[in-house]
């Protein structure tokens, strides 16, 4: 008796250049005979917050499933950043299509600054809904923090692009570094919300802000670099009027980790998709 040997599961950074900084992401190139039982199961086992799995291609043309160590998630965008990045690797820079759970997501590789390959996505159309008073209190709660710790020109929202996040702006840097949540409360919030991360971010300047992504419904404490929230920022941003398209943004993530990555965010005038890049470098 013979069995189908596992397929082999590469592990990158995204967000970073440096295999030490980002987001790590597992990525397996040929998951065409992986049901979502073994996906589970090697997402799991890799243990990072997520492992994209390319269940079907078709020259670059590719569809794509997300799975976290607990459950399938409808998008990732650092195992997007990923995924584009390893297969350009191999096949070299250009355009691709994913085709996610979410939607089509197109994406784009090509050499980044320090010549390490860097990918763009571009956003399904986002959405933005307000979070309800209760909503918010509950997060506060589970995040043990007050009324007072929110900046006031940042009104809470729940953004979508291709996943769904709660944004909370914290008032100062400070606020956003002392993070130390009740990861059961905010995983059963969250869990009734179906939100994918809570999204705090803290405003440098107009153009550049600090960003923590608590992940608890993943089975993860915190993100170091999120895309999918990376997106739904940007759109809420242009939502409440605090960016104006055309806008490129600067997401500084993963510093409260030790793991450093940057996010680029685009706004284009015309189009309410939103675009994220990154760059993304092997695990040895």
């Excluded at 013979?2 to 250049?17: G, I, K, M, Q």
């Excluded at 929110?150 to 909370?168: E, N, Q, S, T, W």
């Excluded at 971010?201 to 608890?216: A, L, M, Q």
Aim: hydrophobic fraction near 45%; proline fraction near 7%; glycine fraction near 8%.
């Amino acid at each position: 008796m013979t069995t189908n040997p596992l397929p082999e599961v590469l592990r990158y950074t995204a967000f970073s250049a440096d295999p030490e900084g980002g987001n790590p992401a597992g990525v397996v190139l040929d998951a065409a005979g992986l049901d979502e039982a073994a996906m589970l199961a090697i997402a799991a086992e890799v243990g990072y917050s997520e492992t994209a799995f390319v269940t079907a291609a078709d020259g670059r043309d590719l569809t794509v499933r997300y799975f976290s160590p607990k459950a399938e998630v409808s998008f990732c965008g650092h195992a997007t950043v990923a995924a584009a990045v390893a297969i350009a690797e191999r096949t070299g820079p250009g355009d691709l299509l994913f085709r996610t759970p979410a939607g089509e997501v197109p994406v784009t590789v090509a050499a980044g600054p320090t010549g390490t390959l860097r990918a763009t996505l571009t956003s399904v159309e986002p959405h933005i809904e307000d979070a309800t008073p209760d909503t918010l209190a509950e997060a506060l709660a589970a995040l043990g923090w007050s009324a007072g710790d929110l900046d006031p020109a940042f009104p809470p929202r729940i953004a979508y692009a291709g996943a769904r996040h709660l944004v909370l702006a914290a008032a100062s840097r400070a606020r956003l570094a002392d993070l130390d949540y009740d990861f059961e409360r905010l995983a059963a919030l969250m869990t009734a919300l179906d939100l994918t991360t809570v999204q705090l971010v803290w405003r440098e300047s107009p153009s550049v802000y600090h960003v923590r992504d608590p992940f608890p419904v993943g089975g993860v404490v915190e993100d170091p670099a999120t895309g999918a929230a990376a997106l739904a920022f940007g759109a809420y941003l242009r939502d409440l009027g605090l960016a104006t398209a055309p806008a490129t943004l600067t997401l500084h993530q993963g510093d409260d980790l030790g793991r450093p990555g940057v996010l680029t965010v685009e706004l284009s005038a015309g189009d309410p998709r939103v675009r994220v890049s990154g760059e993304a470098t092997v695990i040895a």
